[in-house]
């Protein structure tokens, strides 16, 4: 399992050889800031609309469900670590773990 934060600020050639790696057979889990243009920057991002399975942490629009092709209630004033899960195509809220700030 390959493990990448913020695949939608990566250079090209890094997100070639992720590509390369995910044909491969490689498992990958990225994180990115949903945009419209997330489709065209990251394409790779459809392995998992294809698969049908993600987590939106923090969803905040309708629109943030459009990656998996789903919509869902968004809940206004969510506390830190609210998610939806995504699977087969089906929503399901989640809380995860949230640290807070430290200080």
């Known amino acids: 399992m390959l ?3 913020d695949v939608d600020l990566l250079a090209l050639p890094a997100l070639r050889a992720l590509e390369r ?3 491969l057979g490689h498992s990958l889990m990225v994180t990115a800031a949903f945009s419209p243009l ?10 998992a609309r ?5 987590l939106l942490l923090g969803p905040r629009s309708l629109a943030d469900g459009d990656l ?5 209630e968004v809940e ?3 506390p830190p670590g ?3 899960l995504i699977s087969g195509g089906r929503s399901c809220p989640v809380q995860v773990a949230w640290a807070g700030a430290t200080g």
Do not use: K
């Open 3 to 5: 493990l990448v934060d």
């Open 21 to 23: 790696l995910a044909a």
């Open 76 to 78: 206004s004033n969510a």
């Open 50 to 54: 294809g698969a049908g399975a993600g």
């Open 82 to 84: 609210r998610g939806v």
């Open 68 to 72: 998996f092709g789903i919509r869902f």
């Open 38 to 47: 997330l489709f065209q920057r990251v394409p790779l991002v459809m392995n």
